[in-house]
């Protein structure tokens, strides 16, 4: 099915000769995310960086470019090895600017907490670094990868688990790669991860994506919207007015409600079946139970 929203910056930076882990690392990376039988994202919109010199600017150009290029609907994956030469001002005014509603950025290197803070804050802001401060990010002898890169790769070539979509969701790529750092080097490496609470979008197909299997709208809603048709103004903007529905302030029952008046002819003047799953689609539109219905 494809990750059509999907868009990625994948970076190694070095002051001299990269190591040959980053290489490995953001090459590897940029591979399975443009992958059709893994991560699925167009291959235009995956972008590989590997600057030598170590310096702020091609790093600082591709920022603004993902800025430029990614809109609200998409998805943006970062991912940065090696030495990040901005400050953490610069670069969190960076991540500010790129207005796709779901980010994550992946930052395989020992940074200080303040190019963890602001970017996670807000919905759909996920920041990983591979390590606390003050630890350096672990290449194994012989290894092609470095710890951190290498269970990413994992991960997203099938090995966080799927969703019901056939889709990796933020979550299980995190808990797959944090879970299996500390098993590889115990008490050496430690990832951090901040992310709004009960933040899980999808960030990749999982090994290609699955057929779509259709679920009630009285089922789905609940889980894209969990209070309800007043959400995002999603039933208004679909056409609809609150008013002339019975709202609780439980979500699931409230859906209940909506879709059982819309069916009946209600909900407002310029409210459809179809104006409303053209409104969660232009939310959603890599959802495939979305995409798949007629």
Same mark, same amino acid.
């Given at each position: 099915? &494809?990750?059509?929203?999907?868009?990625?910056?994948?970076? %190694?930076?070095?002051?001299?000769?990269?190591?040959?882990?980053?290489?490995?690392?953001?090459?590897?990376?940029?591979?399975?995310?443009?992958?059709?039988?893994?991560? &699925?994202?167009?291959?235009?919109?995956?972008?590989?960086?590997?600057?030598?010199?170590?310096?702020?600017?091609?790093?600082?150009?591709?920022?603004?470019?993902?800025?430029?290029?990614? &809109?609200?609907?998409?998805?943006?994956?970062? $991912?940065?090895?090696?030495?990040?030469?901005?400050?953490?001002?610069?670069?969190? @005014?960076?991540?500010?600017?790129?207005?796709?509603?779901?980010?994550?950025?992946?930052?395989?290197?020992?940074?200080?907490?303040?190019?963890?803070? +602001?970017?996670? +804050?807000?919905?759909? +802001?996920?920041?990983?670094?591979?390590?606390?401060?003050?630890?350096? *990010?672990?290449?194994?002898?012989? @290894?092609?990868?470095?710890?951190?890169?290498?269970?990413?790769?994992?991960?997203?070539?099938?090995?966080?688990?799927?969703? %019901?979509?056939?889709?990796?969701?933020?979550?299980?790529?995190?808990?797959?790669?944090?879970?299996?750092?500390?098993?590889?080097?115990?008490?050496?490496?430690?990832?951090?991860?901040?992310?709004?609470?009960?933040?899980?979008?999808?960030?990749?197909?999982?090994?290609?994506?699955?057929?779509?299997?259709?679920?009630?709208?009285?089922?789905?809603? *609940?889980?894209?919207?969990?209070?309800?048709?007043?959400?995002?103004?999603?039933?208004?903007?679909?056409?609809?007015?609150?008013?002339?529905?019975?709202?609780?302030?439980?979500?699931?029952?409230?859906?209940?409600?909506?879709?059982?008046?819309?069916?009946?002819?209600?909900?407002?003047?310029?409210?459809?079946?179809?104006?409303?799953?053209?409104?969660?689609?232009?939310? $959603?539109?890599?959802?495939?139970?979305?995409?798949?219905?007629?």
């Amino acid at each position: 099915m &494809g990750f059509a929203r999907g868009r990625a910056l994948v970076a %190694g930076l070095a002051v001299g000769e990269l190591p040959e882990a980053v290489l490995a690392d953001t090459r590897d990376i940029a591979e399975v995310l443009r992958a059709d039988d893994y991560c &699925g994202y167009p291959p235009g919109q995956v972008r590989l960086l590997l600057d030598r010199a170590g310096g702020p600017d091609a790093l600082r150009g591709e920022l603004a470019g993902l800025a430029a290029a990614a &809109g609200p609907a998409d998805t943006v994956l970062i $991912y940065l090895a090696g030495d990040v030469a901005m400050s953490a001002a610069e670069f969190v @005014a960076a991540l500010d600017a790129i207005p796709a509603r779901r980010l994550l950025v992946l930052l395989d290197a020992g940074l200080a907490e303040a190019f963890l803070e +602001r970017p996670a +804050r807000g919905a759909g +802001r996920v920041v990983v670094a591979s390590a606390r401060a003050g630890e350096t *990010p672990l290449v194994l002898p012989g @290894a092609r990868n470095s710890v951190f890169a290498g269970h990413l790769v994992e991960a997203l070539l099938g090995g966080a688990p799927p969703d %019901g979509e056939g889709l990796i969701r933020v979550r299980a790529l995190i808990d797959h790669v944090t879970e299996r750092v500390h098993r590889t080097v115990p008490g050496r490496q430690h990832p951090v991860c901040t992310a709004p609470a009960g933040e899980d979008f999808p960030i990749a197909c999982h090994r290609g994506g699955a057929p779509a299997v259709s679920r009630p709208l009285e089922d789905l809603l *609940p889980d894209l919207y969990p209070a309800g048709p007043a959400e995002t103004h999603v039933w208004e903007r679909a056409g609809g007015e609150l008013s002339r529905l019975r709202l609780t302030g439980h979500g699931r029952a409230d859906w209940y409600g909506a879709l059982r008046t819309l069916r009946l002819g209600g909900g407002g003047r310029d409210i459809t079946l179809r104006t409303l799953l053209d409104t969660v689609l232009a939310d $959603y539109p890599d959802h495939p139970d979305l995409r798949a219905r007629p």
